[in-house]
């Protein structure tokens, strides 16, 4: 798969840490030959407890990663607003003509809570961000599709529909969403040359569970078999084989990338 996305354009959102999925699944598509127009809302990451990275460094790790004849471009949007998702595809639509890959990373941290704290506004924001600017982002994508073979779409959601997620009933409604609704977009898609599955991955360490693994080392022995919380390139690589020409034969499902997570 090393150049299996040479000539293509992959538009990533969501890359504005070195350690988020997002930027792990740049990084392969990079390596895979595709050019690159990522997205990063760094007002976001800011607040939260792990802060956010220099643009300018992500954006160099990933320049490094380009093949020969493959380029970069970015924009820092707020998806969550009325015109962001639009603005996504035709920003990245100036920078380099038709684009071939979406893969909706971005997702809303924070502002949560277990049912009786939860309320309209706190569904409403990660509504937008999640499931609402995945949606509008896909449907613009799909308009500038030409109907050539090779357009892919990724979405991401959560892992409500395996266990409870108690305490983040705003979050998983909106994630939920997206995995109720991907085979009805996909069977949409798929007469227009575009292939939709969406991507459940997992409890992964992007920084959020870098508290419990210092207090607790032996934490993830008991719920993975491999003895380890998931790494950003753990998905990154189902998402890679998504996009490529090998999972082709992948239509509208919801994919878990789990490590054998023991929940309980």
């Not at 160099?60 to 639009?86: E, F």
Request: proline fraction near 4%; aromatic fraction near 6%; glycine fraction near 12%.
């Amino acid at each position: 798969m090393s150049s299996s996305l040479q000539g293509r354009v992959a538009v990533v959102t969501g890359v504005s840490r070195r350690r988020g999925i997002g930027f792990a699944v740049a990084s392969r598509l990079a390596r895979m030959g595709a050019s690159l127009f990522v997205h990063h809302w760094s007002p976001h990451d800011a607040v939260q407890p792990w802060g956010a990275d220099s643009t300018a460094d992500v954006l160099d790790a990933l320049r490094a990663d380009l093949v020969p004849g493959a380029s970069l471009a970015d924009a820092s949007i707020d998806l969550g607003s009325d015109d962001g998702p639009d603005a996504l595809v035709a920003q990245a639509r100036a920078a380099f003509g038709h684009l071939d890959v979406l893969v909706c990373n971005q997702a809303r941290s924070g502002g949560d809570g277990a049912l009786a704290d939860v309320d309209a506004a706190m569904l409403d924001a990660h509504w937008r961000v999640n499931a609402r600017a995945t949606l509008l982002a896909t449907r613009a994508f799909a308009e500038q599709h030409d109907g050539r073979t090779g357009g892919r779409v990724v979405w991401m959601t959560s892992g409500q529909q395996l266990g409870p997620m108690r305490s983040e009933i705003a979050y998983a409604a909106s994630k939920a969403a997206l995995a109720g609704v991907t085979a009805s977009v996909a069977a949409d898609l798929a007469d227009r040359g575009i292939l939709l599955n969406t991507v459940n991955p997992g409890p992964v360490n992007t920084g959020y569970l870098d508290d419990l693994v210092a207090s607790d080392p032996a934490a993830a022995g008991s719920a993975f078999p491999g003895g380890r919380f998931g790494e950003p390139d753990d998905p990154a690589r189902l998402i890679a084989w998504l996009v490529s020409d090998e999972g082709r034969w992948m239509v509208g499902q919801v994919l878990s990338t789990e490590g054998g997570f023991r929940r309980g």
